[in-house]
Structure formats: structure tokens, C-alpha cells
């Protein structure tokens, strides 16, 4: 089992609504709810290999295909979140297509 794991360290969900445009103030404060985790523990809790891409063009060049059970936590900026969510839907639908 390979699990991808978008971390943009909580709250990124919330960008999608509207108040983000009209809330700049304070739409961090109120809505970003940092969680401060790390995924590396979780992944030794279950014996999961672990590896952390601290770029989307780090992720982009990955092997993500592994012979041991692994967690890929790609860490992401909820600024650039949607664009990131793009290009990782790119990357998962091309694996899955040359595993077919």
C-alpha cells in the first residue's frame, strides 16, 4: 500500500471558500488551523516507509512505485494548493494509467 499525502499543514480546505478573498486580514487567524504534524511518526507507527518532498517539482520527478508499504508526504503551500492539487492528479492518473 502507497499512500500520497498532500501536507499543507491544515486548514487548506478553506482557501477554496469565498471569504478567502474578502477576509484577508484575518482569514489565516480564523480559518488556517495549523496542525504542526509530523507524518514521519505515523509512518513509523505502522512500519511505512516514509519519504518527504519539500517541492511539487521534487514529487514530479519521484519513483512513487514501491515493493514495501510507503507514505509520500508532499509538503504543500496553501497559497499554491489548487495548482498543486492539479499536478499531483496529473502524476497519480499517469501511474495508475502505466499500470493498467
Keep these: 500500500m502507497n499512500?500520497?499525502?498532500l501536507?499543507?499543514?491544515?486548514g487548506g480546505i478553506f482557501s477554496y471558500l469565498p471569504q478567502k478573498e474578502?477576509?484577508?486580514d484575518y482569514f489565516e487567524?480564523?480559518?488556517g488551523t495549523?496542525?504542526?504534524?509530523d507524518f514521519e511518526y505515523t509512518a513509523k507507527l505502522y512500519?511505512?516507509?516514509f519519504k518527504r518532498f519539500n517541492s511539487v517539482s521534487e514529487f514530479?520527478?519521484?519513483?512513487?512505485?514501491?515493493e514495501t508499504?510507503?507514505?509520500y508526504e508532499l509538503i504543500t503551500n496553501r497559497e499554491d494548493n489548487f495548482k498543486q492539487h492539479q499536478i499531483l492528479y496529473q502524476k497519480l492518473s499517469e501511474m495508475i494509467h502505466d499500470t493498467l
Excluded at 34 to 37: A, C, D, E, H
Excluded at 60 to 66: C, H, I, Q, R
Design 3 to 5: 499512500i500520497v499525502l
Design 7 to 10: 501536507n499543507n499543514d491544515g
Design 22 to 24: 474578502s477576509a484577508t
Design 29 to 31: 487567524r480564523l480559518f
Design 34 to 37: 495549523p496542525t504542526g504534524l
Design 47 to 49: 512500519q511505512f516507509d
Design 60 to 66: 514530479k520527478n519521484a519513483t512513487l512505485l514501491s
Design 69 to 71: 508499504s510507503t507514505i
